[in-house]
């Protein structure tokens, strides 16, 4: 379609990622810029919008680890991607039952969406909450980074090796206006990237998160200078198999990958073992990989839900277990989420990875 050529730039190729970055978050067009993403009416739910529960568990998580950190007089609390506001909100509300922690957080939300950005301010309404593009505003205090399905929203690089030569795929616009693939080979730096990474061994199809891994450095140097830990929750894998894992979805159902661009999300499989060996090659210390199940199971939540219907109608009850079903089930996303914890800190014990 021409209407896709926008996506291009004028450019006659690009690859994965770059391509992907113009159709995500282009100002003017790209889908992160123009759609509310979240929700039953929107493309896709996310576990803050699925239940309270999950953002209750984690604002606990988030308390107790500034606990676990010798309740320092300021804390700085960073989520990374706050969707539409809602663990936050949550987080405001649960920190007024903790005078200490609620004088000392400090709580910024990295969000480079200016869309998104009005319906969280318009979500939240609290003045003290600072809206960042950097972690340059940060304050001289321990650091807590918070993202829940933010890694996967950042645009991935696919290669493809063919007679032990590395290939990079790119997405280009034909003479018919069609969007077709084209392997060009891969560039020597990101080539020497990809072979320092010990589980891409022996990969014939490689996913490689370089805008991903840029946006974790920055991250990292921020931990490094501050102290602090960060946590990540997103679907993903721990064995990469070969596998092309982009994904489309309008609506809450699936859409073909290079249809309804601007219009349907686009998304990939986390590679938590690359994810890993990344965090250690920066001298990070890395907890276990741990399902979403067993992360909210071992924070409490089937004895919260336990206390909370107590006090509702059978109704309110079943759409309670529904919703928590969906949050702790294997074939839902129990098994599929992974929990990553990565710190630079005296403190090496945190509840949820005990």
Not at 203 to 223: D, N, R, S, V, Y
Not at 332 to 337: A, I, N, Q, S, T
């Amino acid at each position: 379609m021409k209407s896709d050529f926008k996506f291009f730039k004028k450019r006659k190729s690009l690859p994965v990622d770059q391509f992907l970055q113009n159709v995500l978050y282009d100002k003017k067009f790209g889908y992160y810029s123009t759609k509310i993403p979240f929700g039953d009416k929107g493309d896709f739910v996310t576990a803050p919008t699925i239940s309270n529960l999950f953002s209750e568990l984690i604002s606990i998580w988030i308390i107790s680890t500034w606990e676990k950190f010798g309740k320092p007089k300021k804390i700085n609390i960073v989520e990374l991607g706050p969707g539409d506001g809602s663990l936050i909100k949550i987080l405001l509300n649960i920190s007024k039952k903790f005078p200490e922690f609620n004088s000392a957080k400090n709580i910024f939300l990295y969000e480079t969406s200016a869309y998104l950005k009005k319906i969280q301010k318009k979500n939240i309404k609290n003045r003290k909450i600072k809206w960042i593009k950097n972690f340059k505003k940060l304050i001289d205090a321990p650091v807590i980074f918070f993202g829940n399905e933010f890694f996967d929203a950042i645009p991935i690089k696919q290669f493809k090796k063919m007679q032990k030569k590395l290939y990079e795929k790119n997405y280009f616009i034909n003479d018919n206006y069609e969007i077709k693939e084209i392997l060009k080979k891969a560039k020597k730096q990101d080539l020497k990237t990809i072979r320092s990474f010990k589980v891409l061994d022996n990969l014939q199809f490689i996913e490689f998160p370089k805008i991903g891994f840029a946006e974790m450095k920055k991250i990292i140097k921020t931990i490094s200078k501050l102290n602090g830990c960060l946590l990540l929750i997103d679907y993903g894998y721990l064995k990469p198999n070969n596998q092309n894992t982009l994904q489309s979805v309008i609506k809450n159902k699936r859409n073909k990958l290079l249809q309804n661009l601007g219009k349907a999300d686009i998304t990939s499989h986390v590679n938590f073992s690359l994810l890993k060996e990344f965090f250690l090659k920066n001298k990070f210390r890395v907890k276990k990989i741990i399902s979403q199940k067993e992360f909210l199971v071992k924070m409490g939540i089937n004895t919260r839900a336990e206390i909370i219907a107590k006090k509702m109608k059978f109704r309110d009850q079943a759409n309670l277990y529904l919703r928590l079903k969906r949050l702790l089930s294997p074939k839902l996303m129990g098994e599929l989420f992974k929990v990553i914890l990565v710190y630079k800190c005296k403190n090496s014990e945190y509840y949820g990875f005990n």
